[in-house]
């Protein structure tokens, strides 16, 4: 590989979700250790669980509810101002809702199309399906590379023999930063690369740690 020649990593968020935020913050930390490039692509967990809301708790219905404006905003702006857009429009949402706390709120998405440079006009797609076409063929597009057990965030690599490795994850709070953000990817890529390996896992007893 050129010196000149970056690997692409093809990564699925839903705005929304804290636990891809801190994904994010990590592979942009890896962006600066290894020689990668990250294109960005929306998936959402409103899709994802829209056949099985009768199953989820009241409160987990409601941050699906207001999950459908943010995705529907990304997308939107995709389609109208390209796909360079997408990663700068995230950190933005993400920086409002995550750090910031001010959450999926009509105010916060706003403010983050202003901090990304956007239109403020992009905000009348919250509310609108004209893009949702658009939108789950690119959750499609992620989470046929998985398979329906997984949520946010997908993760898609070159593998050894050129077809993509897919896998969910990693979860991971605070976000490593440096060579331990580097130790984490190389040990993501020998895991996920490895013939019949499926998941590893822990219970949590952390929230996520914004930095």
């Known amino acids: 590989m050129s010196v000149s020649q970056k690997t692409p ?3 699925w968020f839903d705005p929304v979700c804290p ?3 801190m994904t994010s913050r990590w ?4 962006e600066k250790v290894r020689d990668i490039e990250v294109r960005w692509h929306v998936m959402s967990l409103a899709v994802l669980n829209e056949d099985k809301l009768d199953e989820l708790p ?3 219905r ?3 509810a207001r999950a459908w404006a943010p995705v529907r905003v990304v997308i939107a702006a995709r389609e109208l101002h390209g796909q360079e857009v997408v ?5 933005a949402l993400g920086t409002r809702f995550h750090n910031g706390g001010e959450g999926p709120t009509r105010e916060a998405i706003a403010g983050a199309l202003a ?25 499609k597009e992620g989470i046929d590379k998985v398979g329906q057990d997984v949520g946010t965030p997908v993760i898609a690599v070159p593998g050894p023999d050129g077809e993509q490795i897919a896998f969910f994850g990693p979860v991971v709070t605070p976000a490593p930063k440096g060579e331990a953000a580097a130790r984490l990817w190389d ?3 020998l895991v996920a690369s490895t013939p019949g390996f499926y998941e590893i896992k822990r219970t949590r007893t952390q929230d996520p740690v914004f930095d």
């Not at 592979?27 to 890896?30: A, G």
């Open 87 to 91: 990663g700068p429009l995230y950190t």
């Open 115 to 139: 901090d990304a440079g956007l239109p403020a006009s992009l905000l009348e797609h919250a509310d609108s399906d004209r893009y949702d076409v658009e939108l789950r063929a690119s959750h």
């Open 27 to 30: 592979v942009l930390e890896v």
């Open 19 to 21: 636990w891809a935020w």
């Open 187 to 189: 040990g993501t890529l």
């Open 62 to 64: 409601e941050i699906l």
């Open 9 to 11: 990593v093809d990564f």
């Open 58 to 60: 009241e409160e987990y």
